[in-house]
């Protein structure tokens, strides 16, 4: 495949992936149940490595491989995220998407941002580890769900007890998926990221492939585009929300038809971060 296909569809991934995390807030109204995120977070403790342990399925996120995410805090507080996958097996290509999280409101440091082009989307902390060695994070609409580890594997008794807070908190567990990392002589033991992390234009978005080198003119008008898709995309959920505040029977087939229109713009071509 040609490198300026590649690149559109990396670009591709990362829009529909942070756009329906920005804009996917409609989804949600008054009559779901409040999300309830973790009481005290220390941001600077989330700061390292983590393993990606399971989570609901995105069509972004398909054969992804040994799942690592990093963070690092800025001055500001603010959260610089890496999040990198091997695509098709252990060995695949490296894929590698870079994006930043703020605090918002400084009283409730678990509900984080993250920015996207001038606009934000939700990434909250639902729960950490007594000794941070775990972290749930989820979005209000309850289509966004991840459990990270310090270590590839969560102790059995750990994950049943975090699966079973999140099937109160309304999360439906039944569709995680769990992410295969590999095995420990064929392990990535790096404490940073592979290869380069993208640098684009914004502090807030940017994503590469494992081929690294140019491309940097391609990013001239990464965040513009991610504007402009938002508000293609905000309009297009807008056109739904009255019929998900409606209960029971009504709401369900709405989120159903929320679900089918994001299904439409993410495509059925299997792109990726």
């Known amino acids: 495949m040609k490198r300026s296909n590649l690149i559109w569809l990396n ?43 399971a989570r609901l399925p995105r069509t972004t996120e398909v054969d992804c491989h040994g799942t690592t995410a990093f963070y690092t805090q800025g001055a500001d507080g603010s959260l610089n995220l890496v999040n990198q996958c091997n695509v098709g097996s252990a060995t695949g290509k490296l894929q590698t998407v870079a994006m930043t999280a703020t605090v918002p409101d400084s009283s409730v440091p678990a509900k984080l941002a993250l920015n996207v082009g001038g606009y934000t989307g939700d990434y909250w902390i639902l729960e950490v580890g007594p000794k941070y060695e775990y972290t749930v994070v989820g979005h209000p609409s309850r289509l966004y769900f991840w459990i990270l580890s310090r270590t590839p594997t969560l102790d059995p008794a750990v994950l049943g007890g975090i699966l079973s807070r999140a099937q109160d908190k309304h999360f439906d567990t039944s569709l995680l998926e769990f992410t295969p990392q590999p095995p420990a002589g064929e392990r990535n033991t790096l404490d940073t990221p592979q290869g380069t992390v993208p640098q684009g234009p914004h502090a807030t978005c940017a994503l590469t492939d494992a081929a690294g080198g140019g491309g940097r003119g ?26 998900a505040c409606r209960p029971h029977g009504a709401r369900g087939r709405a989120i159903s038809r929320q679900r089918g229109i994001w299904s439409r713009l993410e495509g059925s071509d299997g792109v990726r971060p």
Do not use: D, F, H, N
Not at 20 to 27: C, D, E, I, N, T
Not at 230 to 237: C, I, N, P, Q
């Open 218 to 243: 391609q990013w001239g008008g990464v965040c513009a585009a991610l504007g402009v898709a938002l508000v293609a995309v905000r309009r297009r959920a807008r056109a739904g929300e009255r019929m």
């Open 11 to 53: 670009l591709k991934a990362l829009t529909l992936a942070l756009a329906w995390l920005a804009g996917s807030s409609v989804l949600s109204c008054q009559s779901e149940p409040a999300l309830e995120v973790a009481p005290t977070v220390e941001l600077s403790q989330l700061k390292g490595k983590w393993y990606e342990i």
